[in-house]
């Protein structure tokens, strides 16, 4: 059984850092898309950033040019550096992959358990 197992969350003050990490446990043949989503409390999942295969990326735009989102292929890990955190990027952070567990076979979605960032002010 495949899963995608983050880590990297915690407790950080306004504009300090951190970097989250994602990796799927289990074997399997590719990594597709990737992406970081995160959910407030009593707020809708929204998309933080994503990344191609071809490592084409995408940025929410409250985000943009504080986070930076990066692979790293030989690791099959997904990784999400936050910088300049603020009390409003506090939300649990889910990672979300489509895989391709065998050769010439459909790929699948796949999410985290999330981790928590608490960005305190």
């Known amino acids: 059984q495949v899963q995608l197992v983050e880590s990297g969350g915690g407790l950080v003050r306004a504009g300090g850092s951190l970097r989250l990490s994602c990796t799927p446990s289990g074997r399997i043949f590719s990594i597709n898309r990737m992406a970081w989503y995160r959910q407030a409390p009593e707020k809708k999942r929204e998309m933080v950033a994503s990344?191609?295969?071809?490592?084409?990326?995408n940025y929410a735009d409250s985000v943009k040019g504080r986070f930076t989102i990066s692979r790293d292929k030989a690791k099959n890990t997904l990784y999400l550096q936050m910088n300049s955190l603020k009390p409003e990027d506090t939300a649990i952070y889910y990672c979300y992959g489509r895989l391709t567990l065998q050769p010439d076979g459909p790929d699948f979605q796949y999410w985290g358990e999330g981790t928590q960032v608490t960005v305190s002010s």
């Open positions: 990344i191609s295969s071809e490592s084409s990326t």
